[in-house]
């Protein structure tokens, strides 16, 4: 099990950059696969992004080229810079540990949940 405590949202106008943290607790943070999910209104909850245990990375097709995930194992964080940002990325954003994966691809999140951080992008 671990915590996670997420920041960094707010309001942006479209084409700036925010950076979503998470932070965890526990002594196995490095262990764990971690990602990044995200839901809009009147949307399905959706995979934005995840790094698993040995630095690799998967995004979604929507963000590739705008966003990067990053992990920081000596801080138990987990970080989502993202950069031209557009309407459609407004969206609660959620970090997630414990990714499962096939065959290098994700194929279902962890159990453990960050309480999402909300993120508008709006003129």
């Known amino acids: 099990q671990v915590q996670l405590v997420e920041s960094g949202g707010g309001l942006v106008q479209p084409g700036g950059s925010l950076r979503l943290s998470c932070a965890a607790s526990?002594?196995?943070?490095?262990?764990?696969?971690m990602g990044w999910y995200r839901q809009a209104p009147g949307k399905q909850r959706e995979l934005v992004a995840a790094?698993?245990?040995?630095?690799?990375?998967n995004y979604a097709d929507s963000v590739k080229g705008r966003f990067t995930i990053s992990r920081d194992n000596a801080k138990n964080t987990v970080y989502l810079q993202m950069n031209s940002l557009k309407p459609e990325d407004t969206a609660v954003y959620y970090c997630?540990?414990?990714?499962?994966?096939?065959?290098?691809?994700?194929?279902?999140?962890?159990?453990?949940w960050g309480q999402g951080t909300q993120v508008t992008v709006s003129s």
């Open positions: 997630n540990a414990g990714l499962k994966y096939r065959s290098g691809a994700v194929v279902a999140p962890g159990d453990d």
């Open positions: 790094v698993s245990r040995y630095g690799n990375t």
């Open positions: 526990g002594r196995t943070f490095s262990s764990y696969a």
